[in-house]
């Protein structure tokens, strides 16, 4: 060995190494500069890395034998060490080469596990956005809708993969390399189009291309009426399912030729809806603040046309969402949701987005999976390309506890919508509920190279490092990245709380919650508790008695008075139950956190059931039941679906648990790996 060691000082390997490492390092740097410009594939690039890491041992062996002007002999032995190491090095390379940023962003999906990698099928089809040539700018909403209508035209097609609209909406009207796009998005032809509004008449140039052969398929202007819009519509489903060679079911057809209304004045209204939701649902931060903007208008739109069922059915959809998240817990607001789905369906009994409506109802309203799921199912016989209706399967199933099938559905619903943040970030939390968490890291990782709003990926991926790794640093650096006082501040509110809580700066958090005007925080679970509640908690963690009691009592005599609306609110026991704990009223406070947890059992919803134990376990501290808090702590860690809502690292970071810090049963479970 230490003639190996002489031979590597004679023929100056070492040297050798680092001329070629800063070369390579330096070439691969001009290389991905040119690979951006020119939009080449990853492969490629991957291609090169791998040609100068093969090249790298290949310099050394080289060196080897010619160090020394090429006088000297090899051993067997250094033969034997020299094979080692390319064998080693190649093995390695084979390894972790595929784990480069960009080709993590297209596998950490698979690998958690999602779609499988399947052949581009012929039929398929990406509609990007169309371009608006008005001269009026703000009628960028009239193009944006001519694109979405067209596409859930086209998305009705059992016989096409069509791509939904979250994906698409992330290129330009016109790229450059239509190729890379369609690879991206796992089609083999990009309908291309640009309209061009004003007053009445419309202009829609469109084009179909294979991307494959950058030829094209078909290709069509109209100048038409904007009330013949619809027929413009239908055509283009026509021609295009015609280029493609799908087979037109009847049903089909007759979708495709239908007329949602008469009124170009209610469909106006529908449009500019459909651009706020499309913005509330892509952006959950904006959720509460947007969504009712979208209410107001499928409103008006409906009161002009009272059998414009399409405009009920996503008024229905709307009014579930800021029932689920903004949170609007009210009756009267799933009332609203079912009148205006039920209408839609009397109007049109096979119209999709109703009964996605009436899914929501079921599953949000009444966690009733089984009448959820059975709406879900006329969804997507209405609209088998679409992705949202995957994603509420996936969901409603994760709750009922069929995991394996909810996987499935985030699958397919990624295979629909390869570019969105919210398919990725949903196999995220099934992961993370698994406790699975490097598979959710590598989930919203992905998420986060396709999203729109780094923040909203930045945030659930910083939460689930906390749970793994109990780290705080991934968090504290997603909330530097947010604008105080904007509405993405406002929607990450409880997250940024969260950071002040575990960190222990109780100053900070007081002043969030003092500043913040929403009523309830909703946890990644959805459970939606008042925000007054946890300014109270950080009152009483800064030695501020007197100002938690006060806020204790208001929220006891509210909660109560709350209860006789809805007695059946597991949220409102919860909120109870914490207000009495905070006045030292231990029964009251431990009656009300059970019958939090018996209105959602563990059997009743697995995704959020372990979050209410967990709640309850946090009572029964505040209360002084130590021996009961742990006790429920083991029992949720012993659930197979609860690692979204405790976990070791968080009990050790967590102040909520300090009481019990010093009890062996405590230590013992952090020890604990379930």
Same mark, same amino acid.
């Given at each position: 060995m230490n003639d190996f060691i002489t031979h590597l000082k004679q023929r100056k390997l070492v040297q050798w190494a680092l001329a070629y490492i800063a070369a390579a390092f330096a070439l691969l740097q001009g290389i991905d500069i040119v690979a951006n410009k020119f939009n080449w594939p990853d492969s490629l690039e991957r291609i090169f890395i791998l040609a100068l890491a093969v090249g790298f041992f290949v310099t050394l062996v080289l060196a080897w034998y010619h160090g020394e002007r090429g006088a000297q002999r090899v051993s067997g032995t250094e033969l034997v060490i020299l094979a080692l190491l390319l064998a080693v090095g190649g093995g390695l390379l084979w390894h972790f080469a595929p784990m480069s940023p960009k080709a993590t962003m297209a596998t950490s999906v698979a690998a958690t596990p999602s779609a499988p990698v399947t052949a581009i099928p012929a039929k398929s089809i990406a509609v990007l956005p169309f371009e608006n040539l008005s001269d009026d700018k703000t009628n960028a909403y009239f193009a944006s809708g001519m694109q979405d209508e067209i596409l859930t035209r086209l998305a009705g097609i059992r016989d096409l993969k069509v791509i939904s609209r979250t994906s698409t909406q992330q290129y330009a009207s016109h790229p450059p390399n239509l190729k890379i796009v369609a690879e991206q998005l796992g089609v083999a032809t990009v309908l291309e189009g640009s309209v061009q509004k004003a007053e009445n008449k419309v202009r829609i140039n469109l084009q179909l291309i294979d991307a494959r052969s950058d030829s094209h398929l078909w290709a069509q202007n109209y100048d038409r009426d904007v009330k013949d819009i619809f027929a413009v519509q239908s055509d283009v489903a026509e021609r295009v399912a015609d280029a493609l060679q799908a087979q037109l079911l009847p049903a089909e057809s007759a979708r495709i030729a239908s007329v949602p209304t008469q009124d170009q004045q209610a469909y106006d209204l529908y449009l500019r809806a459909n651009a706020y939701f499309n913005r509330a649902n892509d952006q959950s931060a904006l959720t509460a603040a947007v969504t009712p903007r979208a209410i107001a208008l499928y409103q008006q739109a409906f009161a002009k046309d009272p059998n414009f069922a399409l405009a009920a059915a996503m008024l229905s959809q709307a009014h579930m969402t800021m029932y689920w998240f903004a949170p609007d817990r009210t009756d009267a607001r799933l009332a609203d949701a079912k009148a205006a789905a039920d209408r839609a369906l009397a109007l049109q009994p096979d119209l999709g987005p109703a009964h996605l409506g009436l899914a929501l109802y079921w599953y949000w309203g009444h966690r009733d999976y089984v009448q959820a799921l059975s709406q879900v199912d006329l969804a997507r016989k209405a609209s088998p390309n679409n992705a949202m209706v995957e994603m509420d399967a996936g969901a409603i199933e994760r709750r009922a506890g069929r995991w394996n099938e909810a996987i499935a559905s985030f699958q397919r619903a990624v295979a629909l919508d390869p570019r969105s943040s919210l398919c990725a970030d949903q196999l995220g939390f099934a992961n993370m509920s698994l406790r699975r968490y490097a598979q959710?890291?590598?989930?919203?990782?992905?998420?986060?190279?396709?999203?729109?709003?780094?923040?909203?990926?930045?945030?659930?991926?910083?939460?689930?490092?906390?749970?793994?790794?109990?780290?705080?640093?991934?968090?504290?650096? @997603?909330?530097?990245?947010?604008? @105080?006082?904007?509405?993405?501040?406002?929607?990450?509110?409880?997250?940024?709380?969260?950071?002040?809580?575990?960190?222990?700066?109780?100053?900070?958090?007081?002043?969030? @919650?003092?500043?913040?005007?929403? @009523?309830?925080?909703?946890?990644?679970?959805?459970?939606?508790?008042?925000?007054?509640?946890?300014l109270a908690w950080a009152y009483a963690a800064a030695d501020e008695s007197a100002r938690a009691q006060s806020l204790y009592t208001e929220l006891h005599t509210q909660m109560q008075a709350a209860m006789q609306q809805r007695p059946d609110d597991a949220d409102l026991h919860l909120a109870l139950g914490f207000a009495a704990a905070g006045l030292g009223l231990k029964d009251d406070a431990v009656r009300e956190g059970r019958r939090a947890t018996q209105l959602i059992p563990y059997s009743r919803d697995n995704y959020s059931g372990p979050f209410y134990l967990v709640w309850l376990a946090n009572l029964y501290v505040r209360v002084g039941e130590n021996t009961q808090a742990i006790d429920t702590l083991r029992q949720t860690l012993a659930l197979p679906s609860s690692g979204g809502a405790i976990s070791p690292a968080l009990l050790q970071l967590d102040p909520a648990w300090d009481p019990l810090r010093k009890q062996p049963d405590f230590q013992a479970l952090l020890r604990e790996t379930p």
């Open positions: 959710a890291d590598q989930a919203f990782a992905h998420a986060l190279t396709v999203t729109q709003d780094p923040t909203d990926e930045l945030i659930p991926r910083a939460y689930s490092i906390v749970l793994w790794k109990g780290d705080l640093l991934p968090l504290r650096t @997603a909330v530097d990245s947010i604008n @105080a006082g904007s509405e993405d501040y406002a929607g990450n509110a409880l997250s940024i709380f969260q950071l002040r809580w575990w960190s222990r700066d109780y100053v900070a958090a007081i002043k969030l @919650a003092e500043t913040q005007s929403a @009523a309830n925080w909703v946890d990644q679970s959805n459970v939606a508790l008042p925000r007054q509640l946890y």
